[in-house]
T-cell receptor, first 111, second 110 residues
Framework: RKEVEQDPGPFNVPEGATVAFNCTYS??????FFWYRQDCRKEPKLLMS???SGNEDGRFTAQLNRASQYISLLIRDSKLSDSATYLCVVTFNNAGNMLTFGGGTRLMVKP | EAQVTQNPRYLITVTGKKLTVTCSQNMNHEYMSWYRQDPGLGLRQIYYSMNVEVTDKGDVPEGYKVSRKEKRNFPLILESPSPNQTSLYFCASLDRGRQYFGPGTRLTVL
């Protein structure tokens, strides 16, 4: 079993839809959690950190469920420009330098 | 501007011809790492460095070398490239859990 797993998708949704991705992790000692966005053939860029109480940034909401060991990303009112691959990252130490990437979930927003 | 740079961005080479991909960051980060990304396999860590002169193997180190003589630079060396090293390579530096990626180097080994 992989340490960090994501549904690879693709998720095909119409503009304006709400879409949610999950990312499960196997190490219960995991410390920090992040969502990155990666456009085709480009470098991953930090989308948002995931805090224990959940956090929101505009149309994006991230949540953490430690009991069930998953994090989620909710995108409301999807835009064409949201089409990308979304990677979750889980770290395993305080320094944050022991980490694992999920395989990514591809989102395609259609007109 | 805070950034990680890589060179070259694109490279086509032949089996066995030694090459170096440079990586430099201007954020004074101690931790740097190299990844390769292949379809269906996601990002896999090749090597990482926790500080100057401190390097360690990641998940897929075979066929690669690195060095960290200065904090800002972390070159990736392929002594004898093979076709299975054809991939998209990313360098990254890290600060408090957040990774800053370079723009990527697309390498093709014929």
């Amino acid at each position: 079993r992989k340490e960090v797993e994501q549904d690879p998708g693709p998720f095909n949704v119409p503009e304006g839809a709400t879409v949610a991705f999950n990312c499960t992790y196997s190490n219960s000692a995991s410390q920090s959690f992040f969502w990155y966005r990666q456009d085709c053939r480009k470098e991953p860029k930090l989308l948002m950190s995931v805090y224990s109480s959940g956090n929101e940034d505009g149309r994006f909401t991230a949540q953490l469920n430690r009991a069930s060991q998953y994090i989620s990303l909710l995108i409301r009112d999807s835009k064409l420009s949201d089409s990308a691959t979304y990677l979750c990252v889980v770290t395993f130490n305080n320094a944050g330098n022991m980490l694992t990437f999920g395989g990514g979930t591809r989102l395609m927003v259609k007109p | 501007e805070a950034q990680v740079t890589q060179n070259p961005r694109y490279l086509i080479t032949v089996t066995g011809k030694k090459l170096t991909v440079t990586c430099s960051q201007n954020m004074n980060h101690e931790y740097m790492s190299w990844y390769r990304q292949d379809p269906g396999l996601g990002l896999r860590q090749i090597y990482y460095s926790m500080n100057v002169e401190v390097t360690d193997k990641g998940d897929v180190p075979e066929g690669y070398k690195v060095s960290r003589k200065e904090k800002r630079n972390f070159p990736l060396i392929l002594e004898s490239p093979s076709p299975n090293q054809t991939s998209l390579y990313f360098c990254a530096s890290l600060d408090r859990g957040r990774q800053y990626f370079g723009p990527g180097t697309r390498l093709t080994v014929l």
